[in-house]
T-cell receptor, first 115, second 111 residues
Framework: AQSVTQLDSQVPVFEEAPVELRCNYS??????LFWYVQYPNQGLQLLLKYLSGSTLVKGINGFEAEFNKSQTSFHLRKPSVHISDTAEYFCAVKYSGAGSYQLTFGKGTKLSVIP | DVKVTQSSRYLVKRTGEKVFLECVQDMDHENMFWYRQDPGLGLRLIYF???????EKGDIPEGYSVSREKKERFSLILESASTNQTSMYLC??????????FGSGTRLTVV
């Protein structure tokens, strides 16, 4: 079964420092990749997505992610975090297939920004 | 702005009760999903629907059923609520799978 692995369950980082949240997926077949953010007691909001084209994808709130097919990774980065970035982040993969609209989610990474 | 609306943010129910969680989307999306979210487990798919009156089991359908009588509405039903169904429930919809729109979630507590 396809899977998504977020390597860190919690990431503490000081304000204005850079951060990388790691995501690996299990299959090298054609995939679409997503990062979502969840603020406390809210639903998930799409940060960015990779469908095709450039492997560096820019999203909202200054986040970006790089698709690396050979390493089956899609790590999320931000060069300088703010207190408001404190949230849980989910990586998700849609594996290609006829009629397949399901996303497989990782277990999430809690980002804590320390003032 | 596109919207997925879950009717309740917080619910408290007693063990054995039949519970209905409602989700409505205004985007004319064919595909709708119900997930539950638990700490350390991420999001797990319960059921999904790709058309009116169509439903498919996800990874953890036991103890749940769904109803989709109209395109915009997808209901999750707990036939006889149990304490292990205490969780955050998230509804989502998508037209083609290139990105879901999520509702705000319903935090259900079963006592």
């Amino acid at each position: 079964a396809q899977s998504v692995t977020q390597l860190d369950s919690q990431v503490p980082v000081f304000e204005e420092a850079p951060v990388e949240l790691r995501c690996n997926y299990s299959s090298s077949v054609s995939v679409y990749l997503f990062w979502y953010v969840q603020y406390p007691n809210q639903g998930l909001q799409l940060l960015l997505k990779y469908l095709s084209g450039s492997t560096l994808v820019k999203g909202i709130n200054g986040f970006e992610a790089e698709f690396n097919k050979s390493q089956t990774s899609f790590h999320l980065r931000k060069p300088s975090v703010h207190i408001s970035d404190t949230a849980e982040y989910f990586c998700a993969v849609k594996y290609s297939g006829a009629g397949s609209y399901q996303l497989t989610f990782g277990k999430g990474t809690k980002l804590s920004v320390i003032p | 702005d596109v919207k997925v609306t879950q009717s309740s943010r917080y619910l408290v129910k007693r063990t054995g009760e039949k519970v209905f969680l409602e989700c409505v989307q205004d985007m004319d999306h064919e595909n709708m999903f119900w997930y539950r979210q638990d700490p350390g487990l991420g999001l797990r798919l319960i059921y999904f629907s790709y058309d009116v009156k169509m439903k498919e089991k996800g990874d953890i359908p036991e103890g749940y059923s769904v109803s989709r009588e109209k395109k915009e509405r997808f209901s999750l039903i707990l036939e006889s609520a149990s304490t292990n169904q205490t969780s955050m429930y998230l509804c989502a919809s998508t037209p083609e799978g290139y990105g879901y729109t999520f509702g705000s979630g319903t935090r259900l507590t079963v006592v």
